[in-house]
């Protein structure tokens, strides 16, 4: 992340595959980052998907929909509101667009193995053949050099893994 400018919220984004953990991640970071950094708000893709009642999950309107969620995240950043977007977000393209977009962009990537997410049956639209899943139907685009990026293998907890975060987060801004 570049220098945080402090006339605008920052966007944390927290991306991996589905069941990683990204949501539930985001909901413990939402009081310590509100606590520390200010006015903030926390949603997931999937509460983005129901708000909107975009059930479309082919690849090509995935880029069109990532696009509508960046320019609301703006809305709020440039309001000084800091947004926890927890979403997939393996697409190289929105990243790069978001960068673009977003002055205060926090990039934070759980990595996660999905032979270990499917056999654990995490999510169960991992078996829905009608839903384009990323690292089943999609080849994953992970990120390079995100800013933070956290190993879930299950065997810590979310909270655990949330502090470990937090402490990234401090060093960064």
Do not use: C
Not at 36 to 63: A, C, E, L, Q, V
Not at 71 to 98: C, E, H, P, W
């Amino acid at each position: 992340m570049k220098k945080i400018k402090k006339n605008k919220g920052v966007l944390f984004r927290i991306s991996g595959l589905p069941g990683s953990g990204k949501t539930r991640v985001a909901k413990k970071l939402l009081s310590k980052i509100r606590k520390s950094y200010g006015p903030t708000i926390m949603w997931s893709g999937d509460d983005i998907r129901r708000i909107f009642k975009n059930r479309d999950y082919h690849p090509d309107k995935r880029y069109k929909f990532g696009v509508q969620n960046v320019k609301l995240i703006k809305y709020f950043t440039n309001q000084k509101i800091n947004v926890i977007f927890a979403t997939v977000g393996l697409d190289k393209k929105i990243r790069s667009f978001t960068k673009k977009n977003i002055s205060n962009y926090l990039e934070i990537f759980i990595r996660t193995d999905f032979k270990k997410l499917k056999k654990m049956g995490l999510r169960k639209f991992y078996k829905n053949k009608s839903v384009y899943v990323w690292g089943k139907d999609i080849k994953p685009e992970f990120p390079k050099n995100p800013d933070i990026e956290i190993k879930n293998d299950f065997k810590i907890s979310i909270n655990q893994i949330s502090i470990k975060i937090i402490d990234q987060i401090n060093k960064r801004l």
